[in-house]
T-cell receptor, first 109, second 115 residues
Framework: DAKTTQPNSMESNEEEPVHLPCNHSTISGTDYIHWYRQLPSQGPEYVIHGLTSNVNNRMASLAIAEDRKSSTLILHRATLRDAAVYYCTNNNAGNMLTFGGGTRLMVKP | DTAVSQTPKYLVTQMGNDKSIKCEQNLGHDTMYWYKQDSKKFLKIMFSYNNKELIINETVPNRFSPKSPDKAHLNLHINSLELGDSAVYFC??????????????FGPGTRLLVL
């Protein structure tokens, strides 16, 4: 049972920024927030993770709320190849990932 | 160079049969996992192995038996297949065992359909 909630779908125009929200109100103090994405007919792919501070990498940025009950994945310039289902999850001590339904991101040219 | 590979990619079989899915990783990772993704795209952990030792078994029916001949391989054998076993099964690996920062690398999945 997923401990995170995300919108079912979002749309974006190509080359525009996308903000994908996630609520994880039951997250424990030491769980990391991880984001993965899954392109059609492929396995999940790691995007980014963080604990308390905002994080940046070559794929995306992660903004974590001060109370850690929510986070936002930011794609700075969406491309057609970013169309995927994006999952946020909290990674517990056993390193077990559980994905909920995720957000299906559609990118329009 | 495929990091995590699974065979077969598709598996269609009859109820009651026994089948195996193989997974191999060439990343030098110590920990491997099996996940099941259902039709609603929910992904759940089934098993986790660290250096050939079982560390997580998430209330999976004992018809499912993982086997790790070495730390680069984690195979999944399923006995007496049932309709409800139809799903996509993903193998994954991570460098370490239980770190909360561990990134997992997933295989392409095995789509199992039980008729």
């Amino acid at each position: 049972d997923a401990k995170t909630t995300q919108p079912n779908s979002m749309e974006s125009n190509e080359e525009e920024p996308v903000h994908l929200p996630c609520n994880h109100s039951t997250i424990s103090g030491t769980d990391y927030i991880h984001w993965y994405r899954q392109l059609p007919s492929q396995g999940p792919e790691y995007v980014i993770h963080g604990l308390t501070s905002n994080v940046n990498n070559r794929m995306a940025s992660l903004a974590i709320a001060e109370d850690r009950k929510s986070s936002t994945l930011i794609l700075h310039r969406a491309t057609l190849r970013d169309a995927a289902v994006y999952y946020c999850t909290n990674n517990n001590a056993g390193n077990m990932l559980t994905f909920g339904g995720g957000t299906r991101l559609m990118v329009k040219p | 160079d495929t990091a995590v590979s699974q065979t077969p990619k598709y598996l269609v079989t009859q109820m009651g049969n026994d089948k195996s899915i193989k997974c191999e990783q060439n990343l030098g990772h110590d920990t491997m996992y099996w996940y099941k993704q259902d039709s609603k795209k929910f992904l759940k952990i089934m098993f986790s192995y660290n250096n050939k030792e079982l560390i997580i078994n998430e209330t999976v029916p004992n018809r499912f038996s993982p086997k790790s001949p070495d730390k680069a391989h984690l195979n999944l054998h399923i006995n007496s297949l049932e309709l409800g076993d139809s799903a996509v099964y993903f193998c994954a690996s991570s460098l370490g065992r239980a770190g909360r920062q561990e990134t997992q690398y997933f295989g392409p999945g095995t789509r199992l359909l039980v008729l």
